[in-house]
């Protein structure tokens, strides 16, 4: 069964960092786009990041560009979301997507939580 976790989710203050990894198994993880989500309460979910393959193109939301970095490390299967320069508005549950054609999975979500 494919899986994808994230972890590092966590309680930040306000300019701080953390970093977001998602680990995937159960699929051939460097034949797949993998992205970062996430929704706030309230609000839809939304796109920050992502990366394809194999070249590494990236794409990032707008409000995150300059602090978030996202990459991947396709000999551990895994997708990181650096966070740099937290702020409040980043407050939201972070999701890791892996797309390749008609497949698509989801990660159950990690949270983050930007406050003083």
């Known amino acids: 069964q494919v899986q994808l976790v994230e972890s590092g989710g966590g309680l930040v203050q306000p300019g701080g960092s953390l970093r977001l990894s998602c680990a995937a198994s159960?699929?051939?993880?460097?034949?797949?786009?993998m992205s970062w989500y996430r929704q706030a309460p309230g609000k839809e979910r939304e796109l920050v990041a992502s990366i394809t393959t194999p070249g590494g193109n990236t794409n990032y939301v707008d409000s995150v560009k300059g602090r978030f970095t996202i990459s991947r490390d396709n000999a551990k299967n895994t997708v990181y979301l650096q966070m740099n320069n937290l702020k409040t508005e980043d407050t939201a549950v972070y999701y890791c997507r892996a797309q390749y054609r008609f497949e698509d999975y989801w990660g159950q979500g990690t949270q983050v939580t930007v406050s003083s």
């Open positions: 159960k699929f051939t993880f460097s034949s797949y786009v």
